[in-house]
C-alpha cells in the first residue's frame, strides 16, 4: 500500500496553533481529531480545503508535505441547512428547501446518503463534528458504514473532527488531539474521558 502521510508545519501562528507545530495525518486512514471547544479542530477542517490550503501557503503560514492528488469530500454540518437565497441556481434551491423542511438530522442524514454515492475507492472524506446532528444509533451506523467501506477500499480514508466518542471510540486508532498536535492512540485518550465521566458520578455519591 501506497504510503499517504501527510504533514502539515505551521510556520507562523495561526489561531490556536503555534509557528513550528505539525499535524501528521494519513489520507488512507482513519483520522480523529479531538480538542475542547475552541481548540482548533473546525480551523484544521477548514485549513484542508484546496483554496484556503493553497492561500495558507503562498502567504507563509504552512508547508505542506506528502499530500497525493485523492478525490477529497468536505462534509460539514453548517453546509446542510441554508436559507435559499443564498444560491443562485434554482435547481440547488429547491434541493436545499427540501432540506430545510426537515429535521436538522434528516437534512444531515440526507446529505450522508448523498456523500456516499459520491465517495469512491481511494477518496478522502473530511468532516467537522457530524454529531451535531446525529442520534447514537445512527452515529454508530456512520461508523459501521464508514468500516465496511475501509474493509473494501484499502485506499481510502476520513479525518473527522468531534466530540463523540462513539466515533472515537468505534473507528479510531490513534487520535489528533489539538491545538497541542499529539497524535494519541485512541485507547488512551477514550479511557481517560471514562474516567472523567466516572468522577462525575460519583457526585452523586456525596449527595
Same mark, same amino acid.
Given at each position: 500500500? !501506497? ?21 501528521? /495525518? ?6 480523529? #481529531? ?16 484546496? +483554496? ?6 503562498h ?11 485523492? +478525490? ?5 454540518? !453548517?453546509?446542510?441547512? #441554508?436559507? +435559499?437565497?443564498? /444560491? ?17 438530522? !434528516?437534512?444531515?442524514?440526507?446529505q450522508?446518503?448523498?456523500?456516499k454515492?459520491? #465517495? ?10 457530524? !454529531?451535531?446532528? =446525529?442520534?447514537?444509533?445512527a ?30 471510540? =468505534?473507528?479510531? +486508532? ?27 458520578k ?6
Amino acid at each position: 500500500m !501506497e504510503d499517504t502521510g501527510v504533514t502539515i508545519t505551521f510556520l507562523r501562528r495561526y489561531f490556536t496553533y503555534q509557528a513550528g507545530q505539525q499535524i501528521n /495525518f494519513k489520507q488512507n486512514d482513519f483520522n480523529i #481529531v479531538v480538542g475542547n471547544n475552541g481548540a482548533g479542530k473546525s480551523t484544521l477542517i477548514k485549513l484542508l480545503q484546496y +483554496k484556503r490550503m493553497k492561500q495558507l501557503i503562498h502567504n507563509g503560514y504552512i508547508t505542506v508535505e506528502g499530500l497525493r492528488d485523492q +478525490k477529497v469530500l468536505t462534509n460539514v454540518a !453548517e453546509g446542510f441547512r #441554508v436559507p +435559499k437565497s443564498q /444560491f443562485v441556481d434554482s435547481r440547488r434551491e429547491v434541493y436545499i428547501n427540501k432540506l430545510n423542511q426537515k429535521s436538522h438530522g !434528516e437534512a444531515w442524514k440526507t446529505q450522508l446518503e448523498a456523500m456516499k454515492q459520491r #465517495v469512491k475507492s481511494n477518496s478522502f472524506v473530511i468532516m467537522d463534528e457530524p !454529531e451535531t446532528a =446525529l442520534s447514537i444509533q445512527a452515529q454508530a451506523d456512520l461508523c459501521a458504514w464508514f468500516i465496511k467501506h475501509k474493509n473494501e477500499n484499502p485506499e481510502f480514508g476520513c479525518l473527522i473532527a468531534t466530540h463523540s466518542p462513539i466515533i472515537q471510540e =468505534l473507528i479510531a +486508532k490513534v487520535v489528533i488531539d489539538v491545538p497541542s498536535c499529539q497524535n494519541v492512540p485512541a485507547e488512551e485518550y477514550v479511557g481517560k474521558n471514562k474516567e472523567y465521566i466516572e468522577r462525575v458520578k460519583n457526585l452523586w455519591k456525596q449527595t
